[in-house]
Nanobody, 126 residues
């Protein structure tokens, strides 16, 4: 089992940057792929980025590709989301989520992830 806790959210001006962290507990974190999702008020939770269990492969939604970078440090049991060139439409609660997977595949589906953090608020002002 894995427990996740996000941090690093806040208020930033458009064009600015933030780095989110997702700290995990559990002895087998290196067996879990991790995704970042976000949810704006009145909207469904949407996929943003995915990283495989080893960190060898990443996948991004078109809306964040080229601006966001996902990475992980399994020794620290932490996954990061570096967000650059932020836009007001990036404002949302950001969640990290984990699914047990060692096959290198990715998933954009909320229902494929068994473990979720509590979320961290990101607000981008114009």
């Amino acid at each position: 089992q894995v427990q996740l806790a996000e941090s690093g959210g806040g208020l930033v001006q458009a064009g600015g940057s933030l780095r989110l962290s997702c700290a995990a507990s559990g002895r087998t974190f290196s067996s879990y792929a991790v995704g970042w999702f976000r949810q704006a008020p009145g909207k469904e939770r949407e996929f943003g980025a995915h990283i495989t269990s080893t960190g060898g492969n990443t996948y991004y939604a078109d809306s964040v590709k080229g601006r966001f970078t996902i990475s992980r440090d399994n020794a620290k049991k932490t996954v990061y989301l570096q967000m650059n060139s932020l836009k007001p439409e990036d404002s949302a609660i950001y969640y990290c989520a984990a699914r047990r997977s060692n096959d290198g595949s990715y998933s954009t589906s909320v229902s494929d992830y068994a473990y979720w953090g509590q979320g961290t608020q990101v607000t981008v002002s114009s």
